[in-house]
């Protein structure tokens, strides 16, 4: 099964808000409202940011949140601050595997 | 929250197994969902299977075939054990509790490379 596609870049400067977005099917992001972000710095393990499509996860800040539409997924940052520069990745449940994640988008911070 | 530490070899050669075990501590592996999550260099996730504290598994079926997840309440752990490697299988490994399909808690990682 193929990943969820995402943006490889997306680019924004500091206070402004960017949209990361994540593409899938009805029988993933269409079909099941188990959708999650995760941010990744570099050498770190993944980290919970947003699932259920938009419940935070404990101690994440309300900067981050998410949304669905169809058949994709969106996970908005605002107010961007420098430490948001990372790699963002989605993730959904399907009919035959528990889990898949999209390809992946590097946040620059201008 | 929970930690999890993974551990094992970080050089496995091609054709042979690569095993894993994920010591979890600062709760009880009862009662929870387990998975192991991997990244090669440079690339994306892929989620690699799960187990239940029971000792139910769920696997990805891409791997499904070479794939064998336990567990060990007593120890408070949980295993991989991944066989016929090749070098598509070098990545950096997760271990990870698991909840609604999402992953709230996740290890440090441990990069394994598949060389002879």
């Known amino acids: 099964q193929s990943a969820l596609t995402q943006p490889a870049s997306v680019s924004g400067s500091p206070g402004q808000s960017i949209t990361i977005t994540c593409a899938g099917t009805?029988?993933?992001?269409?079909?099941?409202?188990?959708v999650s972000w995760y941010q990744q710095h570099p050498g770190k393990a993944p980290k919970l940011l947003i699932y259920?499509?938009?419940s935070r996860s404990s101690g994440i800040s309300h900067r981050f949140s998410g949304s669905k539409s169809g058949s994709t997924a969106s996970l908005t940052i605002s107010e961007l601050q420098a430490e948001d520069e990372a790699d963002y990745y989605c993730s959904s449940h399907t009919f035959n595997t528990l889990v898949i994640f999209g390809g992946g988008t590097k946040l620059t911070v201008l | 929250q929970v930690q999890l530490q993974e551990s094992g070899p970080g050089l496995v050669k091609p054709s042979e197994t690569l095993s894993l075990t994920c010591t979890v501590s600062?709760?009880?592996?009862?009662?929870?969902?387990w998975s192991w999550i991997r990244q090669p260099p440079g690339k994306g996730l892929e989620w690699i299977g799960y187990i239940y504290y029971t000792g139910n598994t769920n696997y990805n079926p891409s791997l499904k075939s070479r794939l064998t997840l336990s567990l060990d309440t007593s120890k408070n752990q949980f295993s991989l054990k991944l066989n016929s490697v090749t070098a598509a299988d070098t990545a950096v490994y997760y271990c990870t509790r698991t909840t609604n399909f999402d992953f709230p808690d996740w290890g440090q990682g441990t990069l394994v490379t598949v060389s002879s």
């Open positions: 009805s029988s993933d992001v269409g079909g099941y409202d188990y």
């Open positions: 600062g709760g009880s592996i009862s009662g929870n969902y």
């Open positions: 259920y499509v938009s």
